[in-house]
């Protein structure tokens, strides 16, 4: 088994699809999609590829800490108490463990996840 795994950006296998629970939805009626690509041994780590269309819904971390790449479209991501911030392909962001905010896609985004915790 390689300990190499290259992320594909666009998957050929059938996603996860869901929605986000009825307490965490603002606006709109976004669907979320997942392909989970590798998870560690006892899966405290893993990664893919996920998207979702647009709408707004509440987002919280919990104790996990999330690195996202945003290969398409366009998120605000409102932290609770802070200000709107703006991210578009190319762009980067963490959100740390104990993070709560808002997710707007406001047009639907692809990003590259790696999740820890």
């Known amino acids: ?16 699809e869901k929605k986000p629970d009825a307490d965490r939805l603002i606006a709109g009626d976004p669907v979320f999609r997942t392909w989970a690509q590798d998870s560690s041994r006892s899966e405290p780590v893993r990664t893919g590829i996920w998207e979702a ?41 963490v959100m740390k463990p104990g993070y709560v905010g808002v997710w707007r896609t406001i047009e639907t985004v692809r990003k590259i996840y790696v999740v820890v915790g």
């Not at 300990?3 to 996603?15: C, H, N, Q, Y």
């Open 1 to 16: 088994m390689s300990l190499l795994k290259t992320i594909d950006t666009a998957p050929s296998f059938e996603p996860v």
């Open 53 to 93: 269309t647009p709408g707004t819904s509440r987002s919280i971390k919990g104790d996990t800490f999330e690195f996202c790449y945003i290969l398409e479209g366009v998120v605000e991501l409102t932290e609770e108490g802070g200000t709107p911030v703006i991210y578009r392909a190319g762009d980067s962001f």
